[in-house]
């Protein structure tokens, strides 16, 4: 079967650097996506990565490595606003998203 | 970000009820999809529509049923629901979901649903 692991929780200080750690196994890949939810709102986009390395933006970085089925969403500069649960999702060989249940990241002051 | 819409935010129905979903996306998108999102579990996708044709079902009961009229514009009607059936109802879009490259998925707000 398919499976996306994450954590289900986190806890971080403001102003700290966390990371979120996704494992996969799915059937085929064809790219991995991060992406933020706030509760009782919309998962919205964060970053694409489907070659291995690190793709940076901004605050937010996300890495990749094919061979050991890993990922990983590093978030710098820790601000309250980013308490807000981060989804991992794996695109498969049928070009369908296999999702994650989900990091919930808690950020204390 | 008012790229993908819902309405209802909110609904409450009873067993015996039908009600009905929709979603708009103004994105210029081919593909429309619906998914459930219960708490602490993975979203669970339900149907997808590519340049209006259905290319998903992933097992879903026969109490949900999508309609696609247009590439802009989805639906899900429901009736006879389960106490199980509350959730979040998210509906997305995206431009290519076969092709090659991110293809990234823009959500809408979501509609939270609760069966009594």
């Known amino acids: 079967g398919q499976n996306i692991d994450q954590p289900t929780e986190m806890t971080a200080t403001e102003g700290a650097i966390v990371q979120i750690n996704c494992t996969y196994q799915?059937?085929?890949?064809?790219?991995l996506f991060w992406y933020q939810q706030h509760a009782g709102e919309a998962p919205t986009f964060l970053s694409y990565?489907?070659l291995d390395g690190l793709e940076e933006k901004g605050r937010f970085s996300s890495f990749l490595s094919r061979s050991k089925g890993y990922s990983y969403l590093l978030l710098k500069e820790l601000q309250m606003k980013d308490s807000a649960s981060y989804l991992c999702?794996?695109?498969?060989?049928?070009?369908?998203?296999?999702w994650g249940a989900g990091t919930k990241l808690i950020i204390k002051p | 970000e008012t790229g993908v819409t819902q309405t209802p935010r909110h609904l409450v129905m009873g067993m015996t009820n039908k009600k009905s979903l929709k979603c708009e996306q103004h994105?210029?998108?081919?593909?429309m999809y619906w998914y459930k999102q219960s708490a602490k579990k993975p979203l669970e996708l339900m149907f997808v529509?590519?340049?209006?044709?259905?290319?998903e079902n992933n097992s879903v009961p026969s109490r949900f049923s999508p309609e696609c009229p247009n590439s802009s514009h989805l639906f899900l009607h429901l009736h006879t629901l389960q106490p199980e059936d509350s959730a979040l109802y998210l509906c997305?879009?995206?431009?290519?979901?076969?092709?090659?490259?991110?293809?990234?998925?823009?959500f809408g707000p979501g509609t939270r649903l609760t069966v009594l």
């Open positions: 997305a879009s995206s431009q290519d979901p076969t092709g090659s490259g991110a293809d990234t998925q823009y």
């Open positions: 994105l210029g998108h081919n593909a």
């Open positions: 529509y590519s340049l209006e044709e259905r290319v």
């Open positions: 799915t059937s085929g890949f064809n790219g």
């Open positions: 990565n489907v």
């Open positions: 999702a794996v695109r498969d060989s049928n070009y369908q998203l296999i």
